[in-house]
Structure formats: C-alpha cells, structure tokens
C-alpha cells in the first residue's frame, strides 16, 4: 500500500516544487524523443549523447511515476501518459518560445523617436551623429524637427529635446550632453570697416545682432574689474534662429554672441573673429536631452538615443578659452 502511493505523493510534491531548469530540459528530451522517433535522432537534435537522453527520460518518468515511453530495440513510442504530455509539453515550450521572443523584441531598440532641436543644435550637434546612430542600431526610425521656438514635448508627441541654458523648473528629466562658452565674434571684413572693440563701452558704436525669441537674454554679459557689466544686445537687427545670426555675421552684418560649439569651425577657418575675450564672464551654458516620463519605464528605442548621445556628443572643445590667435584684441 505504502508503495502504490509514494509515487502519487512523488508527482504531487514535483507538480508544487519551483520551476526548475531540469524539468523544461526532461520535457524537451520528451518531445524530441516523440518528433525524433528514436533516443539517437532527438539526441542528435538537442546535441548530447543518447545515453544523456535516456537519463532524462528515466529521471522525468520516476518524478511523475508514471511510464512515458514503450521501449524496443528497433523503436521507441508513446504511451497514453507519454502523449498527454508530449502534447501538452509541446505547447508549453513553443509559448515560452514566443514569451522570449517578445521581450527580446522589446528590449531591443526599434520603431520612431521624434527629437526636437534648435536649428544651429541640430545641425552642429546631431546631424554628424545621425550615421553612427543609425548603423548601430538599424531598426530605429528619427524624426527630427529643426527650430529655435521651444517645442512642449507633450503637445508636440516628441521624444526627446535637446536644449541649451539653464533648464526650469518641469516634470521633464534631463541628461547633461555637456557645455559651452558664448563668445563675441564678428566678420574680419566688419572689424576692418568699423573697427574692433577694445571695451565693452565702445559698443553703442557697434551694431549688434540680438534674439527676438521668447526666453532670449535682453543683454551681454561682461567681467569688468571683477564687476559684472551688462549691456543692450541692441535692437538694429533681431533673430529668431541660430544659423541666421551665424550667417548675418559672416556675412558682415554686425557683431553677434554665439555658443562657441556654433561658431567653431568659422572660428578655426577665420571666418569669425573672437573680439572682447579678456572680458568674457566665461559662463558655461549647459546643453541636455530632456524627456518625459520616468527613466525606467522610457522605452528601448528612447533610452538607446539618449544613452548614445550621453556617450558621442562632445562639447570639450567648446568649453575651454579661445586660442589667442583667434581673438582680435585692436583694430586692424
């Protein structure tokens, strides 16, 4: 009597132990013994010995004591029980099959992010990115919207925002891309027709390009023996984006206080000349991706741009004081 039940009990205690490696790997051998029709081929299937499979076989047959298979020389078939289980088993291994499947395909980052960026940021920052972006991660879609007006990520259906200043106070979470200094620059040909600012006072003999935009700065900053001096940005000539002003300076328009990451390359080739920098405040402005939602729900694609960007947007260039040689510090 006592024998006749402690099978019962064995199959009882397996059905409420936790799930275990070894009963998906006994029900695996199970069904490849049944598609395989032998113990050889279903080992070759799931490469081990057929010795391997056997142990299996016997292992799951004595924790559910009950026999599975009908075993000859020649061939090897199911019982009643072995088929309940086959039949059962094959469909709980193809549905951890698709379970896998799925999360993978979660995790893995595809489908559309929208970034929005002010024109000079997209240009400068993100386009040269957009490659590399692309080729490591081959089933993402970008969405890129250019402008200087600040976008509101919920009305808008954006991503991500790249934005430079101080950030304020909003349920956005923000990542530090880095920083940048501003810098006063103008075209050599400007310089040599109105000559070149040597103080901050001679600037009301200057003109000067300003932003019309809604959270621009009304004046520029200076260090003036150790005081802070602010004057007008002038209202001759305003903006609303960031290549505009560029191209006004190049092409002679006036003097104009860019971000130093903006201006770099007229800087490097001389296009633009550096004027008043023994009196730069040396304010760095941070430049971030903002997004909302909490971090660790943003989906895989999200969190794939935003951790690329962290790690390929670099702004150490444009943090550091200007190579005298590309200030002009008196009139030419």
Do not use: C
């Not at 059962?88 to 979660?106: I, Q």
Request: proline fraction near 6%.
């Amino acid at each position: 009597m006592t024998n006749a039940v402690q099978p019962a009990a064995q199959a009882a205690a397996g059905a409420d132990a936790p799930l275990r490696a070894e009963r998906w790997a006994d029900l695996q051998a199970l069904v490849a013994v049944a598609e395989r029709g032998s113990l050889s081929a279903a080992a070759r299937q799931l490469k081990v010995s057929p010795s391997a499979v056997s142990k299996l076989m016997t292992r799951l047959e004595a924790r559910l004591g009950v026999q599975l298979l009908r075993r000859s020389t020649r061939s090897v078939q199911l019982t009643p029980e072995g088929a309940q289980l086959y039949e059962r088993g094959k469909r709980l291994l193809a549905d951890l099959d698709e379970l896998e499947r799925t999360v993978a395909t979660a995790a893995t980052p595809r489908g559309a992010v929208r970034i929005t960026a002010s024109t000079s940021t997209g240009r400068v920052l993100l386009l040269p990115l957009v490659p590399a972006l692309l080729a490591q991660y081959p089933q993402l879609q970008l969405d890129l919207s250019f402008t200087d007006e600040v976008v509101d990520l919920a009305d808008s259906g954006m991503d991500i925002a790249v934005r430079w200043g101080e950030l304020p106070a909003s349920d956005m979470v923000a990542r530090r891309l880095g920083s940048t200094r501003q810098a006063i620059v103008a075209a050599p040909a400007y310089l040599a027709a109105r000559g070149t600012p040597r103080h901050p006072d001679e600037l009301g003999r200057h003109t000067r390009l300003g932003w019309n935009y809604r959270r621009a700065r009304p004046a520029w900053p200076f260090d003036v023996d150790g005081r802070r001096l602010q004057v007008h940005a002038g209202e001759v000539l305003r903006v609303n984006d960031g290549d505009v002003m560029r191209q006004l300076a190049l092409d002679g328009a006036g003097l104009a206080r860019l971000s130093v990451y903006h201006a770099w390359d007229d800087l490097v080739a001389g296009r633009l000349v550096a004027v008043l920098e023994p009196f730069n405040t040396g304010e760095l402005e941070p430049i971030h991706a903002v997004y909302l939602g909490r971090p660790d729900r943003l989906p895989a694609r999200t969190r794939a741009v935003l951790d690329f960007l962290q790690a390929h947007v670099d702004l150490t260039h444009a943090e550091a004081p200007l190579p005298e040689a590309w200030q002009r510090a008196e009139a030419p």
